[in-house]
């Protein structure tokens, strides 16, 4: 039989790699899309040499063209981290804008179901706690995270249209925080920010107080709920996410404990716009795709800490890798 045909933007990154992962398992053929800007062609190295996978090193904020037909598309290409935001914001507004648009427009030119990468950004600085889907979310559009954030939510309410005007198959992923083997070591996350501190022999820096709260969900379970969610039949929103809510105080205490490391925790300002609290309501995830998390924290930083420990030595240093300066805003 044919093989079903797959478009994963944002290839390279962190999630798109797991991505390309589980449908290369599921004898899909993937076709991998990657500007490269802050994904790692290393992520996904040991699939170039399948015959169900190529590499197309594309920006889609530009024009997108795929020959042959395509099943599914998944739109996963943006920075995702708040330092990046800082550093191409308007490369961040476009690919969530334009590449969405485009995406869309391909998606209908190829009859294929499209889901989104959304975020839990969304809600902002949220004012209930748990957020279920139907919240609407406390923005500040003009602030250091309003690039991502409106640009996720544009993204949504395009998709909406496109799925009522032109009846085109689509979901909705509202992702929240989530972490595993591939995160980018050096881009300002809490996760790798700690564990690359505990590693260099640093202190670990707290932003704030550490009162404020995030609920990490490892990255299989994301893609297991991902992989549900476009399978189903539901193009709602769906919240993606663990709720096992922790204060980043605490969460520095247990990387301490995990790293074994014998520095100390130091406080730095908190950044404008940072979200007090953070923790996905999953009660539609878990009724509509029998879904829910599986992997506590403890497992998956065991398994995350170990992937950041084997990393060459080069990887560690305190410098990001790339000049984001020479690309086209
Ligand atoms: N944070 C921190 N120290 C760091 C990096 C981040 O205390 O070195 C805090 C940050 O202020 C936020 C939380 O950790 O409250 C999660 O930050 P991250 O950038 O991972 O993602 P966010 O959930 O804010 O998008």
């Given at each position: 039989?044919?093989?079903?045909?797959?478009?994963?933007?944002?290839?390279a990154?962190?999630?798109?790699?797991?991505?390309?992962?589980?449908?290369?398992?599921?004898?899909?053929?993937?076709?991998?899309?990657?500007?490269?800007?802050?994904?790692?062609?290393?992520?996904?190295?040991?699939?170039?040499?399948?015959e169900?996978?190529?590499?197309?090193?594309?920006d889609?904020?530009?024009?997108?063209?795929?020959?042959?037909?395509l099943?599914?598309?998944?739109?996963?290409?943006?920075?995702a981290?708040?330092?990046?935001?800082?550093?191409?914001?308007?490369?961040?507004?476009?690919?969530?804008?334009?590449?969405?648009?485009?995406?869309?427009?391909?998606?209908?030119?190829?009859?294929?179901?499209?889901?989104?990468?959304?975020?839990?950004?969304?809600?902002?600085?949220?004012s209930?706690?748990?957020?279920?889907?139907?919240?609407?979310?406390?923005?500040?559009?003009?602030?250091?995270?309003?690039?991502?954030?409106?640009?996720?939510?544009?993204?949504?309410a395009?998709?909406?249209?496109?799925?009522?005007?032109?009846?085109?198959?689509?979901?909705?992923?509202?992702?929240?925080?989530?972490?595993?083997?591939?995160?980018?070591?050096?881009?300002?996350?809490?996760?790798?920010?700690?564990?690359?501190?505990?590693?260099?022999?640093?202190?670990?820096?707290?932003?704030?107080?550490?009162?404020?709260?995030?609920?990490?969900?490892?990255?299989?379970?994301?893609?297991?709920?991902?992989?549900?969610?476009?399978?189903?039949?539901?193009?709602?929103?769906?919240?993606?996410?663990?709720?096992?809510?922790?204060?980043?105080?605490?969460?520095?205490?247990?990387?301490?404990?995990?790293?074994?490391?014998?520095?100390?925790?130091?406080?730095?300002?908190?950044?404008?716009?940072?979200?007090?609290?953070?923790?996905?309501?999953?009660?539609?995830?878990?009724?509509?795709l029998?879904?829910?998390?599986?992997?506590?924290?403890?497992?998956?930083?065991?398994?995350?800490?170990?992937?950041?420990?084997?990393?060459p030595?080069?990887a560690?240093?305190?410098?990001?890798?790339?000049?984001?300066?020479?690309?086209?805003?």
């Amino acid at each position: 039989m044919e093989r079903k045909r797959v478009l994963i933007t944002g290839a390279a990154g962190f999630l798109g790699s797991h991505l390309c992962d589980r449908f290369i398992k599921e004898d899909y053929h993937v076709i991998a899309m990657d500007n490269l800007i802050t994904g790692d062609l290393q992520n996904i190295e040991h699939l170039f040499s399948l015959e169900n996978f190529e590499f197309c090193h594309h920006d889609v904020s530009k024009y997108v063209y795929v020959p042959g037909k395509l099943d599914y598309i998944l739109h996963f290409a943006s920075p995702a981290s708040p330092i990046d935001y800082l550093k191409i914001p308007i490369q961040t507004l476009k690919v969530g804008s334009l590449g969405t648009h485009n995406l869309l427009g391909l998606a209908k030119n190829k009859n294929a179901r499209m889901i989104i990468a959304s975020t839990s950004e969304v809600y902002g600085d949220p004012s209930v706690n748990p957020q279920p889907e139907e919240y609407w979310g406390n923005v500040n559009p003009v602030g250091p995270r309003g690039v991502y954030d409106e640009a996720k939510r544009f993204q949504e309410a395009m998709t909406m249209a496109y799925h009522t005007f032109h009846g085109l198959e689509t979901r909705i992923v509202r992702i929240f925080n989530t972490y595993g083997p591939r995160m980018r070591l050096n881009d300002g996350r809490v996760l790798p920010a700690f564990i690359g501190q505990a590693l260099r022999g640093e202190d670990l820096t707290v932003f704030g107080d550490g009162s404020q709260t995030r609920s990490f969900c490892y990255v299989d379970d994301l893609v297991e709920g991902i992989y549900r969610l476009l399978l189903s039949d539901y193009s709602q929103p769906v919240n993606i996410g663990n709720p096992d809510e922790i204060t980043i105080g605490q969460f520095a205490e247990e990387i301490i404990k995990l790293t074994g490391t014998t520095q100390k925790v130091i406080y730095k300002e908190l950044p404008t716009d940072d979200p007090k609290q953070r923790r996905p309501d999953i009660t539609k995830a878990r009724a509509i795709l029998d879904w829910e998390p599986k992997v506590n924290r403890a497992d998956g930083l065991k398994i995350t800490y170990e992937y950041f420990k084997n990393l060459p030595a080069e990887a560690l240093v305190n410098k990001e890798h790339k000049d984001f300066t020479t690309y086209n805003r």
